[in-house]
């Protein structure tokens, strides 16, 4: 109880809406006062798509850190898949960050089905790579806010080719 708790991730944390999104469960289940912010269709490293860029988790943790969200602001309304967006954006605006005491980041399913590089071995904080933009978010998150502990969730693989089979069928 007292405990604050920001979700992170794609539509797996994003497009559900309370009582069913994970979050929700999270909160009930632990007490904790948890937010989602989850964006649809986004990654954790920098997405090619201007629309969808901005909800990057690197692109959010440099938003924690500057308390700038004008990059968000202005593509909140323009990608589909951001079923809940707008609230969840609003929710992250008004977080006081130097009172979250935990952080889950819940990325990749999108990397993964993007064929996005795992890692760069020459910079190990690419935020074009997975593991860079988990590197860098985790820095930039924790220089800024030093007390929040940051919980990492597996993300769930996927898979699909050509002949339509996705991951439950491979």
């Known amino acids: 109880d007292g405990k604050i708790c920001v979700c992170f991730g794609d539509s797996i944390t994003g497009n559900m809406a309370p009582p069913c999104d994970y ?6 289940e632990t007490g904790m006062t948890v937010y989602n912010g989850g964006f649809g269709g986004c990654r954790m490293s920098t997405h090619p798509t201007a629309a969808y860029a901005p909800f990057s988790m690197n692109k959010l943790a440099d ?3 500057s308390g700038d969200w ?3 602001d202005a593509q909140v309304g323009n990608v589909s898949s951001y079923i809940h967006a707008d609230v969840q954006l609003a929710n992250l605006k008004a977080v006081d960050w130097s009172k979250v ?3 889950t980041i819940n990325y990749g399913t999108n990397d993964i089905a993007s064929s996005v590089a795992l890692d760069n071995e020459n910079n ?3 935020t074009a790579t997975l593991l860079g933009a988990l ?3 985790i820095e930039t998150i924790l220089t800024a806010y030093p007390h929040i502990k940051i919980l990492l969730l597996t993300p769930i693989y996927r ?3 050509d002949e339509d089979k996705d991951s439950d069928e491979k």
């Open 159 to 161: 898979y699909w080719n």
């Open 135 to 137: 590197r860098y978010s």
């Open 101 to 103: 005491d935990f952080i």
């Open 124 to 126: 190990k904080k690419d």
């Open 63 to 65: 938003s924690i850190a």
């Open 23 to 28: 979050p929700t469960v999270l909160g009930d």
């Open 70 to 72: 004008s990059t968000q």
